[in-house]
């Protein structure tokens, strides 16, 4: 097992709706190398440590995040010490005009996505 840092894509739903709102998060792990090329790994990692809880926007609309994609995967040469799964980096990316999340990846994360790599 290694240090691994993951960066993922998130991006929030109302309802069964997109919104055009994205969260860039980079978490921590342990991992295995063959951990780290399992996107479906991945995704269930960072879904049960990095989302925020579901929660109602006062007019019975359910407010859910969810991992669209797994953008970066690197190991970390430092030993680092910590424990879970701990958030390092976020940021909230919320375009100047909507988009679908396509779009998003072609306008911010056009020349890497780490997940794509292993698609069949």
Known sequence: MHTYAITILNQTFIGDQPEPFFDVVTFLAELSENQTQDIVYLKKLATETQLM???DDGSGQMVTEKVAKILDVYELIDEVQFEGNPEVNS?????AKPMDLDQFLATFYSDYVYEDDFKD
């Open 53 to 55: 809880p579901n929660y």
């Open 91 to 95: 940021r909230q990316i919320v375009p």
